[in-house]
């Protein structure tokens, strides 16, 4: 090989591997900026939780497993006898209580009766109830939680102020979600991130006192 033909093919060889390189950089970076969007993101809904655990609020879930952030505390409770609803001892100190009935599947069972008795839990005793799901809202408008004509892409309303407030559709918007968190979720997992960024947007976690009573 004379030298001309090996200088050509230095430089071409240098070239390559400088585009190589450069190639090599710009997905470097561009991960690295992808990945620092996603945690900036991501710690949105962190904050939500933890804006959410931090307010005096028993909340507890029931039915299909709620696949939420690690972040947010919530229990699982497996009926509303005041075994379940009182908790263990070690659950933290509240003033209020929120069940959500998570529904998203359409698989939980629960008779009118039951729904009574939750709609009794939020008139007496002030209890926020959430219903995650379509499959039992009319049996939820039958007992008397609301009687607005809903859309039939209803997937999530909440009742609180002792049954006075109540907000249909309130977490079936995922654009609350910053983008990057919603392209990673399930549907299912959507509508319950939307809950809980909602929670912290809106002011439906909030006590109220009793009639009667004045508020501090």
Known sequence: MDAKRLIVTLVFAIILIGFFI????????????????????????????????????????Y?????????????????????????????????????IV????????????????????MINDGYEIVYLGHAHLKQVQEAGFFFDVYPETTNSVIFWNYGKCRHIGFADNPKVLPGVVRESL??????????????????????????GESAS
């Open 22 to 61: 450069w190639i090599v950089g710009v997905s470097v970076d561009d991960a690295a900026r992808k990945n620092r969007i996603w945690r900036e993101q991501a710690q949105k809904v962190t904050d939500a939780s933890n804006y959410v655990n931090s307010l005096p609020f028993d909340i507890m879930y």
């Open 186 to 211: 399930t549907p299912e997992q959507v509508t319950v991130y939307s809950m809980i960024m909602q929670f912290k947007n809106e002011n439906y976690l909030t006590l109220i006192p009793e009639e």
């Open 63 to 99: 039915g299909e497993d709620l696949k939420g952030p690690e972040s947010f505390e919530v229990r699982h409770i497996y009926g509303f006898d005041q075994e379940n609803l009182i908790g263990p001892e070690d659950v933290k100190p509240h003033e209020g209580h929120v069940i």
């Open 102 to 121: 998570n529904d998203l599947k359409g698989d939980v069972k629960l008779s009118s009766e039951t729904w009574k008795d939750l709609y009794n839990l």
